[in-house]
């Protein structure tokens, strides 16, 4: 099995992706990612509207860091003017390797109240028109982000769509708007689109060790497996899942000495890019992912819960420290 694959012309060299996770696929979290190995890492998703209207919190989400290639920026919309005029301020403001449509986001304020993310999967004339719209508006690739539906299930017949309008690959989630995140994801309408579309397909859903992994590819004939959950507080799973598809070898399990390094490079990458009250925030629903199966955690989670400035994290840091 070959592990250099291509969405359009970017090469992506083997075939593990990061998700796009609101609130935690930012530069920090996907530098980590690439160095764990990632082949491609996709950014969180980035309103159109905001990204026209320049609002600031959006713009500053367009960061990006070089190692971090390649990468692909998500955007949501349901308009055509705003979503190509978001696409090409994305393009020259951060140059991302790729840009992707979300069709998969089953928040309500995003599915109904914007009618974007999976609503757009009820309309299969305005999902062509609109990935067509993106496409012929940037010189990048463009996948798009679906799931197994709406309320109905048709993720091959909107993968075809958006494959006949220009799109360079598909994602799928295999979870229905209702289902959210709950229940389990059925890999067999991954294998359906895989066998109706000729652009790559990344599988998604359900991906929590290295064996998931490499099932998936094999039930599936998926072109590339993205990881969401798995990964939080546990990026080492990037590489147990290359190590295990491409060498068919399991990773030693993580030290607490590689938890505690790997919590502070977060931390320290997040201040590069937020101020310190706003990386604190984040990193104390980080670190409790980072601590969640160190035994006897009570008393970290509670200073984890407290931490207000970068004092009070490397207290913790210390904490941890202490049980080596």
């Known amino acids: 099995m070959s592990k250099i694959w291509y969405i ?4 992506i060299t ?84 790729i840009i992707d ?27 062509f028109q609109l990935v067509k719209a993106v496409v012929a508006s940037v010189p990048i690739p463009v996948s798009v982000k679906i ?4 309320d109905k299930i048709n993720a091959v017949a909107i993968a075809k769509v ?3 309008a220009g799109a360079s690959a598909i994602v799928v989630h295999p979870r229905t708007r209702k289902q959210g995140y709950s229940g389990k994801a059925d890999w067999q309408i991954i294998k359906e689109v895989k066998n109706n579309v000729k652009v790559p397909v990344i599988g998604n859903g359900d991906v929590l060790t290295a064996e998931d992994a490499s099932n998936m590819l094999k039930e599936t004939g998926c072109d590339a497996v993205m990881i969401g959950r798995g990964l939080l507080g546990n990026p080492w799973l990037i590489k147990e899942c290359l190590d295990y598809i491409e060498n068919d070898s ?16 977060h931390f320290h990458y997040l201040l590069e890019i937020k101020v310190e009250k706003v990386a604190i925030l984040q990193m104390r629903q980080l670190a409790l992912w980072y601590v969640k199966n160190i035994p006897h955690n009570r008393e970290l989670k509670q200073m984890i819960v407290k931490m207000k ?10 904490k941890c420290q202490e049980r080596l």
Do not use: W
């Open 8 to 11: 359009g012309k970017v090469k």
């Open 14 to 97: 083997n075939k593990i992706v990061s998700a796009p996770m609101a609130g935690i696929s930012n530069s920090a979290f996907r530098r980590i990612c690439r160095q764990m190995g990632a082949g491609l890492v996709y950014a969180e998703m980035v309103s159109d509207k905001a990204v026209v209207y320049q609002n600031k919190k959006t713009l500053d989400l367009l960061q990006m860091h070089e190692e971090e290639r390649p990468i692909v920026q998500q955007l949501f919309g349901s308009e055509i003017k705003t979503m190509v005029q978001a696409a090409q301020i994305i393009y020259q403001h951060m140059r991302p390797d």
């Open 101 to 127: 449509i979300n069709m998969g986001c089953p928040v309500p304020k995003v599915a109904v109240k914007n009618k974007a993310g999976c609503a757009l999967m009820q309309d299969e004339e305005k999902a």
């Open 147 to 150: 799931r197994s539906g709406y």
């Open 162 to 164: 958006c494959e006949k």
């Open 250 to 265: 399991l990773t030693a399990p993580v030290t607490l000495d590689e938890k505690i390094k790997m919590m502070a490079k």
């Open 309 to 318: 400035n970068k004092k009070d994290f490397q207290a913790i840091i210390k």
